[in-house]
């Protein structure tokens, strides 16, 4: 079937999208020697790095697995999650009660505590509980009490950055939305997991604190790097700015992402501003970013509006389509379709490996490849399983499952 051809609405297309990118890391990924999984995966599937563990790659693949086993319903992918549950307590966990960011093998090469990686074991927790895999529970309660007591900023009502250090006093002074963003998403999965309504109440927060009151700052757009203070840091890696975690600029894709994640809140937590907020921040994405003539999505733009980065992002696209999915069915739009049409067209012709499966990570301006490079550390393609996810679950909650919108298919032309 042509990419023209397909219904991107289709339940059935999601849950088998989500399969055939398991089935491009599975079980290639598994690392029955070292434990946990081999990231590194060429585009044909085959190992460039056997040694690398990222915390965040390590979490991103219980999350795809877990994600997997229950829409797919098959065990041999919970058994997959529990195998990086069981790393993440016996391998990253750190005596200090931290989890390690980087290790090569079974030996830490960077003990650095992330609240970015915190993140995603939270989220690994979260999505392993719903999905019933051993020890989940456990992991879930040790990385809960972390971020509680080492990571949350009662004064700011944000979490801080970044902490070197066993004894957890040296705490950076760079602070970050992207961890706090990344935290908003683990707090609703762990809402999702348990019902209780303290992760809730702090996902609320935690969007309210970014995208309304820190955002009032900056034209209601949402600015990565902040001082101490949370004052805008308007600077910060201006002379590195692919930094791969603290990219320069405006990035739209966090707009999209915070979209996705407001709707998500509104579904539990109705209230004033939150859908707003998710409409203007995926409008001011796709104003600023999209690309008419050819359907890209650049990828930053400065303080001044001009655009740094043309490449296209994976991720970008994946978080685009979700979020223009929850607001189509939010919002009773059909605008949004057919921006989730347009995303999942141009996903669908240049990042979607047709032969081999997965996702590209990064092509240039013309949708072309830099590299055979699929999966560097920390990839796994949990942006694309988690979109797919997203709108299986929103149309579950819309009672639409069945009774997919009737605009019709992605037309590549219409990009």
Not at 95 to 106: E, N, S, V
Not at 310 to 330: N, R
Not at 369 to 374: F, G, L, P
Request: aromatic share 14%; net charge negative.
């Amino acid at each position: 079937m042509s990419t023209t051809e397909r219904n991107y609405r289709d339940p059935n297309f999601l849950t088998g999208h989500i399969r055939e990118i398991i089935q491009f890391y599975h079980p290639v990924c598994m690392d029955h020697e070292f434990g946990g999984f081999i990231n590194q995966l060429r585009d044909d599937g085959t190992v460039f790095d056997r040694l690398t563990k990222h915390l965040v790659g390590t979490c991103r693949f219980v999350f795809c697995f877990s994600v997997a086993s229950m829409m797919l319903n098959s065990d041999e992918y919970r058994l997959c999650a529990a195998h990086g549950v069981k790393f993440l307590l016996n391998r990253h966990r750190q005596r200090d009660g931290g989890f390690a960011w980087l290790m090569r093998g079974h030996d830490v090469v960077d003990s650095t505590n992330h609240c970015y990686g915190h993140a995603f074991v939270l989220l690994a927790a979260a999505t392993a509980t719903k999905a019933g895999v051993d020890a989940s529970d456990e992991l879930f309660e040790a990385v809960w009490d972390v971020l509680e007591t080492k990571f949350w900023d009662p004064s700011s009502q944000l979490y801080v950055d970044e902490i070197k250090g066993g004894d957890w006093t040296s705490i950076d002074g760079y602070r970050g939305q992207n961890a706090n963003m990344h935290l908003c998403e683990a707090l609703l999965a762990s809402y999702e997991a348990t019902n209780s309504h303290k992760f809730l109440d702090r996902a609320e927060i935690l969007a309210r604190r970014i995208c309304v009151d820190i955002a009032a700052s900056a034209n209601g757009l949402v600015w990565e790097h902040y001082h101490a203070d949370w004052s805008h840091n308007w600077s910060y890696n201006r002379d590195n700015p692919r930094d791969l975690f603290r990219t320069y600029g405006f990035l739209p894709g966090h707009f999209t992402e915070w979209s996705k994640l407001l709707v998500i809140l509104d579904r539990y937590r109705p209230n004033e501003w939150s859908a707003t907020r998710a409409e203007q921040l995926f409008g001011a994405a796709m104003n600023t970013a999209w690309v008419p003539s050819t359907g890209a999505i650049n990828y930053t733009f400065g303080p001044d509006g001009r655009i740094l980065d043309t490449d296209q992002y994976y991720w970008v696209f994946a978080e685009t389509l979700a979020a223009a999915a929850l607001l189509a069915i939010k919002t009773q739009n059909d605008d949004y379709w057919l921006w989730y049409d347009r995303a999942w067209s141009y996903a669908d012709r240049h990042f979607v490996d047709h032969k081999h499966g997965g996702w590209y990570r990064v092509l240039d301006r013309n949708g072309k490849r830099y590299s055979d490079r699929k999966s560097p550390p920390a990839k796994t393609d949990y942006h694309p399983v988690s979109a797919c996810y997203e709108v299986l679950q929103a149309l579950l909650a819309d009672g639409s499952e069945c009774q997919l919108p009737s605009a019709g298919r992605a037309d590549a032309s219409a990009v």
